[in-house]
């Protein structure tokens, strides 16, 4: 066992120029905590915000990374901690006293832990919570009965895997894109209905589909002016819901809109994993990993070394479609 951890840190929040590698002792494990020997991470719009100082969620000595994979080496105490030792895990980091995935080791509470199956990569576990964000949202459209889908950023991982999952299940999606790269994308995994948002009279064309194929539930990873935009045009009575912010800007909703049959909520993963039982998200974890090639797979760019984090980071923020970044977190 290590005595010393070498982990991706940053110095200044809002200067991704100031992440540097770093040493740092191995620390004590409060009970609920397990200690990690990390494998692989992967660099999601997530780390990008926590990175840009746009969350209240920072984690020990200014570590970076939200989820990886690799084995657990050490409980801190607890029965559900001291059942994951020796374990292959994908998890997602958590608590106040965690270390980043971005790291030779990391820290993070048992209950974000789940074992993988034997012949489950440490590459595919890495990014596997983006799939309970899929497997959220889907339990949003069933629960509404919602017949049809409306999404924003549907070139990203959630959006592709998303639109794979309501295929599987016959549910048409209407997915806003911005540029034609991003609708190439689309087409080649078989979307049906594709609206590039910069072009001339969206609004109108996503109003005539929204209209033909009843849908009433949206899906916002942006926010800003497009939340509002996409508000509109989901089809009464409807829900919104906003799970991320790639504008990096407020919710823009025009006060007159809030009057009709809609509901606006956040999605947020965090609190519905902490309401689900182990044996739940067991469940839905054999099922991710079942589905995972059909539905889930996460297409990465490239796998980069944990030494060349800050330059991947930089390039991740200037253009995140189709450049999903594995990162390699071992130095030996």
């Known amino acids: 066992m290590a005595e010393k951890i070498k982990l991706a840190s940053i110095e200044k929040y809002t200067d991704l120029g100031t ?9 004590s494990l409060p009970e609920g905590y397990v200690l990690i020997k990390t494998e692989f991470a992967s660099i999601n719009p997530s780390d990008e915000i926590v990175a840009m100082g746009c969350s209240h969620f920072h984690l020990s ?7 990886g994979s690799g084995t657990v080496m050490q409980s801190g105490g607890g029965a559900l901690a ?24 990391s820290i993070t509470k048992a209950e974000k832990v789940l074992p993988i199956n034997d012949d489950f990569s440490f590459e595919n576990a890495a990014n596997v919570f983006t799939a309970f964000t899929v497997e959220y949202m ?33 549910i048409p999606v209407i997915n806003l894109v911005r540029r034609n790269d991003q609708a190439e994308v689309l ?4 979307a049906d209905y594709i609206i590039i948002t910069t072009s001339e009279g969206w609004q109108n064309r996503t109003r005539l589909l929204v209209k033909e194929l009843g849908a009433t539930i949206g899906f ?13 045009l989901i089809k009464e009575p409807g829900k919104l819901y906003i799970y991320g912010n790639l504008s990096g800007q407020f919710c823009m909703i025009n006060p007159t809109s809030l009057a009709r049959k809609k509901i606006i909520r956040g999605l947020d993963l965090n609190i519905w994993l902490t309401k689900l039982t182990i044996l739940k998200k067991m469940d839905i974890f054999d099922k991710v990993q079942k589905l ?32 999903k970044i594995l990162v390699r977190t071992r130095f030996d």
Not at 61 to 67: D, K, P, W
Not at 187 to 190: A, S, V
Not at 303 to 310: A, G, H, V, W
Request: charged share 25%; net charge positive.
């Open 19 to 27: 992440i540097q590698i770093k040493e740092i002792d191995v620390p």
């Open 61 to 67: 000595n200014s570590s970076l990374g939200l989820q």
């Open 82 to 105: 001291n059942s994951l030792v020796n374990k292959r895990v994908a998890f997602l980091v958590s608590g106040q006293n965690s270390i980043g995935s971005f790291s030779e080791y």
């Open 138 to 170: 889907m339990k949003k459209i069933k629960k509404g009965n919602h017949r049809a889908v409306i999404q924003t950023a549907a070139a990203s991982s959630v959006g592709k895997a998303l639109l794979r999952y309501c295929h599987y299940y016959g």
């Open 187 to 190: 087409r080649d995994i078989g």
């Open 220 to 232: 916002d990873a942006i926010s800003g002016e497009m939340a509002g935009e996409v508000y509109d």
């Open 292 to 323: 995972y090639d059909q539905i889930f797979r996460i297409d990465y760019k490239e796998t980069i070394n944990l030494n060349k984090l800050k330059n991947a980071l930089i390039s991740y923020r200037e253009r995140k479609t189709n450049s």
